[in-house]
Nanobody
Framework: QVQLVESGGGLVQPGGSLRLSCVFS????????MGWYRQGPGKQREFVAQ???????NYGNSVKGRFTISRDNAKNAVYLQMNNLKPEDTAVYYC?????????????WGQGTQVTVSS
């Protein structure tokens, strides 16, 4: 299992920036991708961004060109740089570790960090 702790959320004005961090521990050698997801008020959880063990990245359509995912393997951390934030980006942001356990895909989640975009 992988334990994940997110941080960096807060209140920001439209057009502003935030950088989220996710530090993970545990069975890190089994991780093949790290991702960020979010869940806004009254909405389903949605995919935001992913970075694989080979550093290939993928983004949700609503954040392309504004958000950047990165990782620091030495620190067992993944980051989400969010620029030009909009009110519709308001959500709880979750970090997810995708791993393989005896050939079976598994996912572990953090507790989430709140991002509020408002003037």
């Amino acid at each position: 299992q992988v334990q994940l702790v997110e941080s960096g959320g807060g209140l920001v004005q439209p057009g502003g920036s935030l950088r989220l961090s996710c530090v993970f521990s545990g069975s890190v050698s089994s991780i093949y991708a790290m991702g960020w997801y979010r869940q806004g008020p009254g909405k389903q959880r949605e995919f935001v961004a992913q970075i694989t063990s080979s550093s290939s990245t993928n983004y949700g359509n609503s954040v392309k060109g504004r958000f950047t995912i990165s990782r620091d393997n030495a620190k067992n951390a993944v980051y989400l740089q969010m620029n030009n934030l909009k009110p519709e980006d308001t959500a709880v942001y979750y970090c997810r570790a995708s791993r393989s356990e005896a050939g079976v895909p598994r996912g572990d989640w953090g507790q989430g960090t709140q991002v509020t975009v408002s003037s």
